[in-house]
Nanobody
Framework: QVQLVESGGGLVQAGGSLILSCAAS????????MRWYRQAPGKQRELVAA???????NYADSVKGRFTISRDNAKNTVFLQMNSLKPEDTGVYYC???????????????WGQGTQVTVSS
């Protein structure tokens, strides 16, 4: 079994910053892709940022220049540094990962429970 646990969400004023963390635990051999998604009320879940094991990074256009994704492979953790936050960044942020288990099963699309980010204007 594998678990992903996010932390770091909260309420912040527009222009402020937050750092989200997501720690993966369980029977993990390695993690290939780690991603952050978000879902605003009444909207579909969207990909915010992704980072591969080789640290190839992609961002949604809406967050480029403001958000930074990084990972600590030794701790099976991914981070999302969010700067210059806007009210439209409000939503539940979910961690997502593709994981090789110790028994070498490839577990695609493992999800965390989500953490709420609210940006006030």
């Amino acid at each position: 079994q594998v678990q992903l646990v996010e932390s770091g969400g909260g309420l912040v004023q527009a222009g402020g910053s937050l750092i989200l963390s997501c720690a993966a635990s369980g029977s993990i051999f390695s993690i290939t892709f780690m991603r952050w998604y978000r879902q605003a009320p009444g909207k579909q879940r969207e990909l915010v940022a992704a980072i591969s094991s080789g640290e190839t990074i992609n961002y949604a256009d809406s967050v480029k220049g403001r958000f930074t994704i990084s990972r600590d492979n030794a701790k099976n953790t991914v981070f999302l540094q969010m700067n210059s936050l806007k009210p439209e960044d409000t939503g539940v942020y979910y961690c997502n990962a593709d994981i090789y288990s110790i028994s070498r099963y490839y577990l695609r699309d493992c999800w965390g429970q989500g953490t709420q980010v609210t940006v006030s204007s």
